[in-house]
C-alpha cells in the first residue's frame, strides 16, 4: 500500500496546497460579494472580519484536507470537496454578524445545505479557485487508478 501512497502523494499534496491556498480569498471574496450585494461596500470592520475568518478557515478547513489527502485511499471516507464545503460557515459567520439579511435560494439548495443561508456552497473546486479545477482533476484520477489496481474494475 505505500507503493499506492506513493503514486499519490504529489497529486494530493497539489491538490492539499491549492485548497490551503485559496480558502482565505474565497472566505474574503464570499463575504465582500454578499455584503455589496445586499448593503452595498463592506466597512473596514467587515473586511477585517473576513480576512481573519479566512486565516482560521485556512487553518482549520485545512488541516482537516491535509489529513485526509494524506490517509490511504481505502481509508477515506469523504471527499476533499465535502470538507471544502464545511468551509461555507467562515463567511457565514461573518455576514450574519454584520446584520447581512439571508440571500435567496431554490428549494433544492436549501434541502442540500439547509445551514448555508447565504448561497456560498462551492458547487466544484472551480468555485474556490479555477486554478484548481485540473489539479482536482490530476488527483481524482491518480486515486481512481489506485483504486482501481487495488480493487478491480
Known sequence: MSAARDEL???????????????PGWVERSVEERY??????????VVDAARAAGVEARQEVGASVRALLEADVDEQRTTPLSIVRGAVVYPTRVLAAAGVPPHPRDPLDRA????????LTPASFADLDPQLTDVAIAWGAAKAWVHRRRHGP
Not at 502523494?9 to 480558502?23: K, T, W
Not at 442540500?112 to 448561497?119: E, N, S, V
Request: no cysteine.
Open 9 to 23: 502523494a504529489a497529486p494530493a499534496r497539489a491538490l492539499a496546497d491549492g485548497i490551503v491556498a485559496a480558502l
Open 112 to 119: 442540500m445545505f439547509p445551514d448555508d443561508t447565504y448561497g
Open 36 to 45: 455589496r450585494a445586499a448593503l452595498g461596500p463592506p466597512p473596514p470592520d
